[in-house]
């Protein structure tokens, strides 16, 4: 470029096209981004997503947080604020809401504990099984997307007492004193439901342990053959730290599921016999849509959503170190 | 891959084959655990009533058809069956162009409102919705919608909205800039280059989306058992609710409903296995 005829900038757009292009291309990367040029466009696009989501979403969940202070009654409108007595009442021991919560404690210890050490085995088996490892696969992951309706109805079929299959083939090898009630004895039912959502939930846990595995270069673990590191040692001390972060994923993702259970308790025995099944979840229903409490549900949904939030933080962290991880392989 | 093996090492691939039989012995049994349930589903369909109660685990003596052909027509299966195709398909088209909307714009505007509004959409995925669906409810009553599709359709896509802006959104920031700029330069305006390039480039977030939603969607309950009263309303889920209310311990007919009405979504994810695995994955992780 000539310093001569810098001063018109006329004259250098007409000789110098690449420049003006220069010029015009920074102002334009400067505007794009910081949306000053398409704020209007901006709100164009968003709008239908905002206004559904704040219709349906927010103002409902708005709606929750409200009548948590208030004695709402379900469905018509007459209600008055009543300050923080609902989460009095939760706190000073409402019995049925104990006997919901340490339900869902038992049901958690399965989802949360036994779910996730069965789906890690599961995984490390079907991890390089490669001539039938598809047909596992299946066999493992299809009741993820069976209906609950489909399900509980299968389940209750099996458990029934008299014609169930549980029942008839304890019969049939001689245990026929082992048959039970499975569903309506007061002691068993919480584990026969436990069952049935360990059956349709294992194959997500399985997933995600599958996907971490595949992540595990196999040069370490040959590396550590040659060390002398083999079957049990190798898993303790190369597959398991390197699969803390799914390991993290999984259990994280198992509480939010065991404080969110729901579909087959309602579905199969509406939290009965008793109260022998009802979980936090179920409990908020009933009382918000059977008992018609909606102010004080709203308030057992508000302590839910606080500990979901909280662990929903936890989540981000650890998706973040995952993703920081993945990144540095 | 490591089974495969020369000529010469074959005894010790012998060896590696024999090491296996006990992981495979084990494999076996917990898929045969994992399968009961399933087969009970397709032996039972095919029993007769009386030998559901004499033989109920046992493989059927004498196979009929007449379960399936009762119960698709007392529970009006092809109604169901349309009722929950109309539903699934219109909320999911709707919601993955509304999320891919929202998404692009988001990614466009790297502003404070812009992150403001996907932190906002975001932090719907982590509501519980069973607890907001008396509120839900209302709305819907005051905007005339009970009884009619559109009620439940508008809060599918309400519901799916968070998870979808989530994905795409993840999706679309990896689109290039340098691909935007030069898009820019040539004249393409906002919309076009919504449409021509972050559209098309987000179709592997869509796919996850919909396996993941769209499930979701075609297995819920909930929101058509509040919302649509009217039998012909009906969709699979509710259908086959109100039809098991009527039958009670008619296991036959029960089951080959069930079996009905799970078959399309258990030969879809069985023939397209690798891609709803991994649409799980991505949205568990993501």
């Known amino acids: 470029m000539s310093s001569t005829r810098v001063e018109d900038p006329r004259v250098l757009a007409l000789d110098d096209p690449t420049a003006t292009q220069a010029v015009t291309t920074r102002s334009l990367k400067a505007r794009l981004w910081t949306g000053r040029s398409t704020a209007g466009r901006f709100w164009i696009a968003v709008a239908p997503a905002l206004i559904l989501y704040t219709v349906f979403t927010v103002y409902p969940m708005g709606q929750v947080i409200v009548a948590s202070f208030t004695d709402a009654r379900g469905f018509n409108r007459a209600w008055e604020f009543v300050g923080a007595n609902n989460f009095v009442r939760i706190f000073s021991g409402d019995p049925v809401l104990m006997e919901a919560i340490g339900n869902t404690a038992i049901y958690g210890f399965f989802k949360i504990i036994v779910q996730t050490i069965l789906a890690f085995l599961i995984a490390v088996l079907l991890h390089r099984q490669l001539r039938l490892g598809n047909i596992y696969r299946a066999i493992f992951f299809a009741p993820m997307v069976i209906s609950p309706v489909a399900i509980v109805f299968t389940w209750s079929f099996m458990y029934d007492p008299t014609t169930g299959t549980f029942n008839t083939l304890l019969r049939s090898i001689g245990l026929g004193g082992l048959a039970q009630d499975w569903l309506g004895n007061y002691d068993l039912a919480l584990y026969s439901v436990i069952l049935v959502d360990l059956w349709s939930g294992l194959g997500f846990n399985v997933v995600i342990f599958l996907a971490g595995l595949s992540t595990i270069p196999g040069e370490i673990l040959e590396a550590a053959k040659v060390d002398g590191a083999r079957g049990w040692k190798a898993m303790r001390f190369i597959t398991i730290p390197l699969m803390i972060p799914s390991i993290g994923l999984v259990l994280v993702l198992s509480i939010n599921g065991a404080l969110r259970a729901f579909d087959t308790v309602y579905l199969m025995t509406r939290g009965g016999p008793g109260n022998s099944t009802q979980l936090f979840m179920t409990q908020v229903f009933q009382e918000g849509l059977v008992n018609n409490n909606f102010g004080y549900a709203s308030a057992m949904a508000v302590l839910v959503l606080i500990v979901l939030i909280a662990i929903a933080a936890v989540q981000n962290r650890l998706n973040n170190r995952v993703a920081a991880e993945e990144g540095n392989r | ?286």
């Not at chain 2, 906002?120 to 009884?147: E, K, Y």
């Open chain 2, 1 to 286: 891959m490591s089974t495969q093996a020369t000529p010469r090492v074959n005894t010790r691939s012998l060896l590696r084959l024999a090491r296996r039989i006990p992981i495979n012995l084990l494999l076996i049994v917990l898929s045969i655990a994992m399968i009961y349930p399933i087969v009970i589903i397709v032996i039972t369909a095919f029993k007769p009533n009386l030998e559901v109660l004499t033989n109920p685990t046992g493989l059927p003596q004498a196979p009929t058809f007449d379960n399936f052909v009762t119960s698709w027509q007392d529970a009006g299966f092809t109604n169901l069956f349309f009722n929950s195709v109309l539903l699934t398909v219109t909320s999911m088209t709707i919601a993955t162009f509304v999320a891919a909307l929202a998404s692009y714009a988001i990614v466009r505007q790297a502003t404070r409102i812009g992150s403001g509004v996907y932190l906002l959409l975001a932090a719907g995925i982590f509501l519980p919705m069973q607890l907001a669906l008396v509120p839900q409810f209302r709305v819907v009553r005051d905007l005339g919608l009970i009884n009619n599709y559109a009620g439940v359709i508008l809060i599918y896509i309400a519901g799916a909205l968070p998870f979808g802006v989530f994905l795409m959104a993840a999706f679309m920031r990896q689109v290039p800039k340098e691909i935007v700029e030069a898009a820019v330069i040539d004249g393409a305006g906002y919309f076009t280059l919504f449409r021509r390039i972050f559209l098309p480039l987000a179709r592997p977030a869509i796919a996850t989306f919909w396996v993941l939603q769209g499930v979701g969607v075609w297995n819920d309950y909930l929101v058509p058992q509040l919302l649509l009263t009217d039998p012909s309303k009906r969709t699979l889920t509710t259908g086959v609710l109100y039809f098991k209310a009527q039958y009670l311990a008619d296991w036959g007919n029960i089951m080959a409903a069930v079996l009905i009405m799970s078959l399309p979504i258990l030969l879809l994810f069985v023939f397209a296995q690798r891609f709803f695995v991994s649409g799980l994955y991505a949205g568990a992780v993501k």
